[in-house]
């Protein structure tokens, strides 16, 4: 995805790359001190070799969190059902009449599998929207929230904040609205972040 207000432009684009063995360096000097390990990106499920990665930190015994989009169903489903994971927050960017514009991608299918993917494993996991007001509004939210009511959703829908900061994927600017809480759907839990 090329989200234009994503905040790791240097990730996405493959700028400031760090070593499997620095990883591992920096980890095993805090084995003990920290208990858990966040897999992020741009989209970590991109990772040719995660699989292996998240074996590995887990033999070290810590636990891990997975950010994903959600774009890689297949990879999310192996990382579950070999148990490398702990707890799985995903990105529910947009919905499916906004999607490409706000992504830049068509990764909505495969999203609604992750989704479903996740519900049916039994797994901890969140879903979350960052919401860029001149992006997103009320109704786009309002629709995501029925998708996730649909899709038998019953865990807390995080509402995050834009924060505005540069570099920005897409050179974002501030938004100019503010997201009135009270025109949101209520079948759901709803919980705001910063």
Request: glycine share 6%; aromatic share 10%.
């Amino acid at each position: 995805m090329r989200c234009p207000y994503c905040y790791n432009p240097h990730i996405v684009l493959e700028r400031g790359k760090k070593s499997e063995q620095e990883l591992f360096e920096f980890l095993q000097k805090r084995t003990g001190r920290l208990e858990g390990v966040v897999l992020s990106g741009g989209e970590c499920t991109l990772y040719k070799k995660l699989i292996p990665l998240c074996a590995k930190i887990k033999t070290l015994g810590f636990k891990i969190k997975l950010d994903t989009n959600g774009s890689n169903p297949n990879v999310l489903k192996r990382l579950i059902e070999e148990d490398l994971i702990n707890f799985v927050s995903l990105d529910f960017k947009a919905p499916k009449t906004l999607f490409k514009s706000v992504t830049l991608s068509v990764f909505y299918d495969a999203l609604i599998n992750s989704l479903q993917i996740l519900q049916s494993s039994g797994m901890s996991f969140e879903v979350r929207t960052t919401v860029h007001t001149d992006m997103l509004n009320e109704n786009a939210i309002n629709e995501i929230i029925d998708i996730l009511f649909q899709n038998n959703y019953n865990g807390i829908y995080y509402i995050q904040d834009y924060l505005h900061v540069k570099p920005t994927l897409g050179e974002t600017q501030p938004p100019t609205k503010v997201l009135d809480k009270s025109l949101l759907s209520n079948k759901i839990k709803i919980a705001f972040r910063n």
